[in-house]
């Protein structure tokens, strides 16, 4: 391997910055547009710090849906047989730290200090998105601390996205539907084709979307990847609190059910058991690191239940896709009361196609404004809620506390709380003491 930044190593100047905050709050503002697809700037960095070739086994988890679902699930089953893992993803809930784990452990703001540092030396006159500089970040902390495997969830899209600069040993694709038309195209094919970018010639590439468009199929035979297909290629069964998987080579069963209370996690699931299948060469897992990481799978904000007088459910959907399968959880968990939705949104999203496949699921609905440039207003949120569920009763708030409060003080026995629209919407109400749980203990009192 190249030595890494050799030019940077003989430069003993000060850091820019000295804080995570400095750091993030100047990244937000180096590169115009903020999101900018593209390989060229990232991968051109990655070699000049060495990071390219990755040393260590790459599997990438791209699709619309289910990313993050799916990345934990690989890291926790991988971590459970032993390996040394590191594990991106994004965005985050609370704290940044929380895109870049090494075995299980958020990295610390010191050691993502150190990384930016690095590749700010680096990157010359190169700019670097926000997404493009966590990215190098994690590669480098990844090397620094020599994991055997890296899990990386692909941020927007695939094809250009800054994760694809790595050659994946196996790529997923959890769903493909229709989320950031503007940069990825109008339907689930044009879509699907840049979800499909990550597939590698040789490699195998899954799909775990049960009804794919033709073009992931097209791009696999494009590259010469080895496509992996949900229901030709491997299968589930239900079983209750229990479920099979099988492929050609190989059937698990009565495994524990993972996320007993989101359907759509027995088909992240599925993927995964096949990404780990198709490795077993390079990376082999057994039954028991399986089961095991199935039983203590946890992710905060995929359906989230947090029990108590007047219980909340966290779900940070974001489109249409994942406002479906909200609706179907909650329907499949009736309460006896009012559900009271509160709803934060950002600009770029399909905020009709959101409400309109929500909208049975809500009978009062309390609207927040988010903050920032990509913030959509309250005002817009509620005309669109009226629209799609005439009568229902809609209050607008000036921000996301504002409104779970009041969604709060409104209930009374028997009634629930959801909050949804989005990872920032989420993440503030996790983070009021109104709702706030121990972390890492979800509603099963099992840590993770």
């Excluded at 990215?135 to 890296?150: H, I």
């Excluded at 996790?430 to 121990?438: C, F």
């Amino acid at each position: 391997m190249s030595n890494p930044q050799a030019a940077g190593d003989l430069d003993h100047s000060p850091a820019r910055f000295q804080t995570l905050a400095e750091w993030l709050n100047w990244q937000e503002s180096l590169h115009y547009p903020a999101i900018a697809l593209g390989l060229e700037r990232c991968r051109g960095v990655a070699q000049r710090l060495g990071l390219l070739p990755a040393p260590f086994v790459v599997l990438t988890v791209g699709g619309t849906n289910g990313k993050g679902s799916s990345t934990t699930l690989l890291d926790l089953i991988l971590r459970k047989c032993g390996y040394q893992v590191g594990k991106y993803t994004s965005p985050h809930l609370l704290r940044y730290n929380e895109r870049i784990c090494i075995n299980g452990t958020e990295v610390s703001d010191a050691s993502l200090c150190r990384a930016f540092d690095q590749v700010d030396r680096a990157r010359g006159p190169v700019t670097l998105t926000f997404f493009e500089f966590g990215t190098l970040a994690a590669l480098l902390l990844f090397r620094e601390a020599g994991v055997d495997v890296a899990v990386m969830e692909v941020g927007l899209g695939g094809r250009l996205d800054a994760v694809n600069i790595l050659d994946a040993d196996a790529a997923l694709i959890t769903t493909v539907d229709l989320d950031h038309e503007n940069w990825l195209g109008p339907d689930r094919g044009s879509i699907g084709a840049e979800k499909a970018g990550i597939f590698r010639p040789g490699r195998p590439a899954v799909c775990a979307d049960p009804d794919p468009p033709a073009s992931i199929a097209n791009q696999a035979s494009r590259v010469g990847a080895t496509l992996y297909q949900s229901g030709r290629d491997f299968e589930i069964a239900e079983l209750g609190d229990a479920w099979n998987w099988s492929c050609r080579q190989r059937a698990w069963r009565d495994l524990p059910r993972p996320g007993k209370n989101h359907a759509s996690q027995l088909q992240n699931a599925a993927g995964v058991l096949m990404v780990l299948q198709a490795v077993a060469e390079i990376c082999p897992v057994d039954e028991v690191a399986i089961r095991a990481g199935l039983n203590d799978f946890y992710l905060p904000g995929r359906f989230q239940l947090i029990p108590g007088a007047i219980p909340i459910v966290l779900d940070v959907a974001h489109n249409p896709q994942a406002a479906r399968a909200l609706a179907a959880n909650l329907a499949r968990m009736p309460c006896r009361g009012v559900t009271r939705v509160v709803l934060g949104m950002l600009r770029d999203k399909n905020h009709a196609g959101f409400v309109a496949e929500l909208a049975r699921a809500g009978a009062d609905w309390h609207v927040a404004t988010l903050g920032g440039e990509r913030g959509f207003p309250g005002e817009g949120l509620s005309g669109i809620v009226k629209s799609a569920s005439a009568g229902v009763p809609v209050s607008i708030h000036a921000d996301v506390p504002s409104a779970v409060r009041a969604a709060l003080a409104a209930c009374t026995p028997g009634d629930r709380v959801v909050v949804t629209g989005s990872f920032i919407t989420v993440g503030t109400a996790m983070a009021m003491p109104e709702v706030k749980i121990k972390e890492g203990v979800p509603e099963n009192g099992k840590a993770t």
